[in-house]
């Protein structure tokens, strides 16, 4: 019995010394709410392209997912585009083209940072960099989007754009367009010899193309052309598909030449370098890889656009439409790359190298 009481009484006292180690009841701790640290929300300023254009038919569905029209994709869009793309952290107004500097002088006003973005047809730089006009995609050229984003990102047109652009302070990201690029006129093109002594209202090197194909080129405001086109002034001109609609050429012009595409244009938007690397990683990489994804999308749906601007043409004022033969496309192109790429090649070393790539990498899928 004494064993057992001495047990009993060394199990009491291990436990009371055990119990006297135990921790105190932890202190109560107050979190303020709101105290987490929010993300930063970056606000930027872009410079359009072009006046926003009236959406047609479905893309003015508020069940529209891409709801803008042709160039607009690329800044409002783009806008919205980043806006989701980041949770709301880099968000972007845009503003109308002319409002802050004229779109020639855009180059020098991003690089200096006047405003972090702006959307542009890279041929309007050509006075500052005169690589631009082989990069904004010469005529009878690339055939499609896929070509020149191919060209681009695969073949290395893009990384000696990247160190041009660099060096104004300006980084870039490029955008093939796909556009019904074309003539509207007001008489009947079965071929490309329908174009020879015909006045042609021409931007950028379609004036070299219709050049050597016979035609006369005219240098006119676009928003002239329409009256130009009434009045006779001018027989045809060289633009895309949805002026039929949103300058109301489908009013004035009897004939589309909608194949072969004259030029894909390869336009950009174009970000101030220091605003682009003040950015957090994530948001480097959705602008610099993501991007693309939006991109070529968003090109499709204005391919589609296009599309519906020549049936609405069609329907409503009975406009016709040219396709001309692979055989005509073929001499087309040789007479471009024979009579007109060259003169955009000679304005630099680094154009001359461009053009040369171009061509290598046109061959390789049996363009040339």
């Known amino acids: 019995m004494k064993k057992v009481a001495l047990l009993i009484v060394g199990i009491t006292i291990l436990a009371m010394a055990i119990g006297c180690t135990q921790p105190a009841a932890p202190a109560t701790v107050t979190v303020t709410a709101g105290a987490t640290a929010q993300p930063q929300t970056i606000k930027w300023t872009m410079v359009a392209q072009m006046a926003d254009s009236p959406r047609l038919a479905h893309y003015a569905s508020p069940n529209a997912m891409y709801p803008w029209m042709l160039h607009s994709h690329f800044d409002r869009g783009f806008a ?38 702006a959307y542009i047809a890279q041929g309007w730089l ?27 990102n695969n073949y290395g047109f893009a990384a000696i754009m990247d160190g041009l652009y660099a060096k104004h302070n300006v980084w870039a990201e490029y955008i093939p367009c796909q556009q019904i690029c074309g003539l509207f006129s007001r008489f009947q093109m079965p071929n490309p010899d329908s174009i020879k002594g015909k006045k042609i209202r021409v931007w950028g090197a379609y004036s070299k193309l219709i050049e050597v194909m016979g035609g006369q080129p005219v240098a006119m405001a676009f928003a002239d052309v329409y009256m130009g086109l009434k009045l006779g002034t001018i027989d045809g001109a060289a633009t895309c598909a949805l002026a039929l609609e949103n300058s109301k050429l489908k009013e004035v012009c009897t004939d589309v030449q909608v194949s072969p595409i004259l030029n894909v244009p390869v336009n950009a938007i174009l970000i101030n370098m220091d605003a682009f690397n003040k950015l957090p990683d994530d948001i480097k990489r959705i602008l610099d890889v993501d991007v693309k994804n939006y991109v070529m999308a968003a090109s499709s749906i204005e391919g589609m656009q296009e599309q519906l601007a ?43 190298q461009l053009l040369d790539m171009m061509i290598a990498h046109m061959k390789i899928f049996g363009l040339l």
């Open 80 to 117: 919205g585009w980043a806006k989701a793309a980041t949770g709301g952290r880099l968000q972007i107004e845009v503003v109308e083209p002319g409002s802050i500097f004229p779109t020639s002088e855009t180059l020098q006003n991003i690089g200096q940072g006047v405003v972090e973005a």
């Open 126 to 152: 050509g006075g500052v960099m005169p690589e631009t006009n082989i990069a904004m995609g010469l005529p009878m050229a690339w055939a499609d989007t896929s070509i020149a984003f191919d060209c681009y």
């Open 310 to 352: 020549v049936a609405t043409a069609q329907k409503e004022y009975g406009v016709r439409t040219w396709s001309w033969s692979s055989a005509d496309e073929a001499k087309l192109r040789k007479l471009a790359q024979e009579q007109v790429w060259p003169y955009y090649g000679g304005m630099s070393a680094t154009s001359q």
